[in-house]
């Protein structure tokens, strides 16, 4: 057990320099594990506020009584898993990282990931959380909520921040399904891409448990657009992309989308998305690419800030 | 309308609905999925209980082992999957097993629509995703057949208040998923026409 002084030592140990101006993150093996642990677990149990606001915001705007009822129990589940402290849904969904590393901080990389994906192992084996997660051909389940590709992590680096920015996301397998890619062509036009967008929308009807929040990436190359509008989804609710004519498309597209009826779980009302996020990237002269990515109601997400010094805040 | 209905289930209840009434159900529902259907049809083993005047849940709950509970179980989280992956089992579970209601999420096709019509059978959908009121709701795991399937056994749930649950598709024929379809596109033409899209 260390002394008080130790302690102190331990949390706030003077910055190892391994690259001019960058320290590393102390202790970062257990810090990282149990990052993984706690945002694998939070993430299925506490609702973001944002989403509860939109929903909220729903009910009080629907005008289908069948309509209005969906969403009152929806509000009603999030309410008995803050109590309770248990999962709002059965789907643990696939694990999936958003990891952003900043200016001025240094981190084993490989490690990180490693402690990560311990993390959700151990959630799933502690708690004990159902494993959604098997073997593509043999359908081989290891009980741990992960395998080989998973979880999933997107690492990326920023010079817009000063700390290691993770999100993680709970991926449930109804909205997941509801994922589509298009390479369109420039003749297409925008119009192809809105075309595209409302009849994916259309098509998917209540399978992917609305209201959802669809994800739109346009441009870049096949994968990267994939990767946009998944990163879409992550995005705040009635947080609006700060190109103000993406940020009008999302509203003609969210507009759109709730004037078709499909409602919450596809049973009619005019709450059929709370929410059209669009990521954007350049693409070839001769692409169009346009992917669709859904979340369900939900919108499970959480989010950690880890500090050069090992200090922690935890959010959305 | 409401129903507040007590199982097993008549056929003159499950005639009495209509599509967009609300039902709210006490006594026993009978949890099953893939696993569970493809054992009964597929591999022709019949259902270790009787299944008439039954409703069904598609659903594979997370469970935890418990001394007490009568089955050896007690839940952890239930909840509603996707029902159109066990779409074609629906006419033979009317048909065969006097099955009367399927509680799931997403709604079934235009045949099994076709068997609910024939045979006095609903449809009726729960909120997917919201398994935290599902879990209140259900009382106990009474009883759980073919183990070893787990966790896509045949559960036998006592439940209390268990709803409220949308008849999406009646015994009538009639499929508000089939109504809200239609209306999407239909409205998906004005929308284009609106946005100048050809």
Redesign the interface.
Known sequence: MPSGQEERTRRQPKPATTMTGSATVPNAGALFEDLGRRLYLDAQIDIPPDVRQALRDAAARESHPGARGILATMLRAIDVSDRKQTLVCQDTGIPIFWITIGRGIAVDGAAMLEALRRGVERATRETPLRSSIVSPLERKNRQTSSGDGVPVFHVEFSSAIDHIDIVMMPKGSGSESMSFLKMLTPADGEGGVKKFILETCVGAGGRPCPPTIVGVGIGGSSDLCMTLAKKATLRPVGQRHPDPAIAALEVELRDAINSTGIGPMGLGGDTTVLDVHVEAAWTHITLNPVAVNMQCWRGERRRARVYPDGRVDIGY | MEHRLRTPLSEEDVRRMRA?D?VTLDGVVWGLRDATLIRMFDHGQPPPADLRGGVLLH????V?PSASAPSGYEP????T??S?RMDRFTRALLRDHGVRAIIG???LSDDSSAAFREYGGAYL?I???????E??QVEAIERVYWEDLM?ECLWQFRVRAFG?L?V?MDAAGAS??R???R???E??AQ??A?????
Do not use: F
Request: charged share 10%; hydrophobic share 40%; glycine share 16%.
């Open positions: 967009g609300a659903v594979a709950p997370n935890r952890m989280t239930v909840g999957t996707t159109l999420k997403g709604g959908a909120v997917g995703g919201a398994a935290s009121v879990t209140e966790p409220p949308t999406a508000l998923y109504d809200v379809a209306t999407a596109q409205r998906l929308i284009y609106k946005l100048g899209l050809g």
